[in-house]
């Protein structure tokens, strides 16, 4: 039995993989089943193996990458479900402790890359959000929304979930004529502009992103509301400084996985003396369902350096010192899985503009990133919170039927 066999074969149970080694003998593991893919893969050269065994997830991704792992039957996507699938994050069986030493190395692994100081942060925006407009057009909705849509009926399109999703949290902020919005992490500008549009309200977007910076701006004068909906490069930290106590609202959506576990606490401070004494913030971010974790090494070096994917218990303690109270929660369990896919679906679609862009191997990576994604959220322990703080238990009202009723306004 090779090395690959022995892990491989207690792996997969369900579906199929062909393994095709570069001396031509060939592996089978796992058996068809109805639900889940059938693969075949061939591997190009002897260290393939080596690089896998050592790291698995950046080995098999780099040996895709550089065209060393072959998918001949399927795509990236099957494959890393198949896997994924077979070892879902809700399986059964006896649940152990998690061993120390475990948990020291998961915690000294990714504290290190996460300490993101003001200029740190801004170049690990920079090394994904910068890479140009162009692509994100390419397979974003029209809105240019780059975070879990809110996919309210199951058959909705990409654009109608995004569409939900920005009432939904619009609903959450309970936002009144004249008020002072305050968005961490603006992207290019589409919820910022919601806001204003169904709300008139006043809102300032900060980001990191030069390029985002650049259409959010645009996308303002050309509504005729840049008088209103302002855009600035600037970190929330700097912000703190500046414009203590005058947000009403406050909302970030997508940020927080970019801020690192060291920085948690001053996140939350600051976000703390931005609001008003009464005012509400929405925070919507990747999470774990489970303990704290870290992040792999594929992610930290090709995708998002610095980043971080908080488990709920982390990111609840951080806001305890600041006297924000958690007012409403909400975990959206598949809709970044329906989400991811139809961005995966639209970035093949567009391979050949993409690799016009690029090359082939940024597609592969690329489309190595969302499949892999896709799969930690629909069999892995990823998923998305949204949290509804205030600074003043009397400022909502006392039941969760506005949020309703004020999101099925919004989106007839």
């Not at 908080?310 to 958690?326: C, G, I, K, N, Q």
Request: proline share 2%; hydrophobic share 40%.
């Amino acid at each position: 039995m090779t090395v690959i066999a022995k892990f491989l074969g207690p792996l997969i149970k369900s579906g199929q993989m062909t393994l095709i080694h570069a001396d031509g003998v060939t592996e089978l593991f796992g058996q068809p089943e109805a639900g889940f893919p059938n693969v075949t893969l061939r591997l190009k050269d002897k260290k393939v193996v080596r690089d896998i065994m050592l790291d698995l997830r950046l080995g098999a991704a780099e040996a895709f990458m550089d065209g060393r792992l072959i998918i001949e039957d399927g795509d990236v996507m099957d494959m890393i479900q198949l896997i994924r699938s077979n070892r879902p994050w809700e399986r059964d069986g006896k649940l152990k402790e998690v061993a120390i030493w475990k948990r020291f190395f998961d915690f000294f692994a990714s504290t290190f890359d996460q300490i993101n100081g003001l200029g740190r942060s801004k170049e690990n925006v920079a090394h994904h959000y910068d890479l140009g407009n162009d692509l994100y057009r390419l397979f974003l909705d029209e809105d240019l929304q780059y975070t879990c849509a809110y996919f309210a009926d199951d058959d909705m399109t990409l654009e109608q979930a995004q569409a939900a999703k920005k009432a939904h949290i619009a609903a959450k902020l309970a936002l009144s004529p004249g008020q002072k919005v305050l968005d961490i992490g603006c992207g290019w500008g589409g919820l910022a502009l919601y806001l204003n549009k169904i709300a008139d309200v006043d809102v300032l977007g900060i980001t990191l992103s030069e390029e985002q910076l650049i259409v959010a701006n645009a996308r303002a004068e050309a509504a005729g509301v840049a008088d209103r909906v302002k855009f600035e490069l600037m970190d929330y930290r700097d912000l703190a400084d500046q414009q203590a106590g005058q947000f009403d609202r406050i909302v970030s959506v997508g940020m927080f996985e970019a801020v690192g576990t060291p920085q948690f606490k001053t996140f939350f401070r600051c976000c703390a003396n931005l609001m008003t004494g009464d005012g509400v913030m929405l925070l919507h971010t990747i999470g774990r369902f489970g303990r704290p974790g870290k992040t792999d090494a594929f992610t930290r070096k090709y995708i998002f350096p610095g980043g971080y994917i908080p488990a709920l218990s982390e990111t609840l303690e951080a806001s305890e010192h600041y006297r924000l109270m958690v007012t409403d929660m909400e975990t959206l369990r598949l809709h970044y899985a329906k989400t991811l896919r139809e961005w995966y679906k639209r970035t093949v679609a567009n391979k050949e503009a993409i690799v016009s862009l690029y090359d082939e191997r940024f597609f592969r990576m690329w489309t190595f990133y969302l499949a892999g994604a896709t799969a930690a959220f629909e069999s892995g322990g990823m998923c998305n919170y949204q949290i509804q703080f205030s600074r003043n238990r009397s400022t909502l009202p006392l039941t969760r039927d506005y949020i309703g009723e004020t999101e099925k306004n919004l989106i007839v």
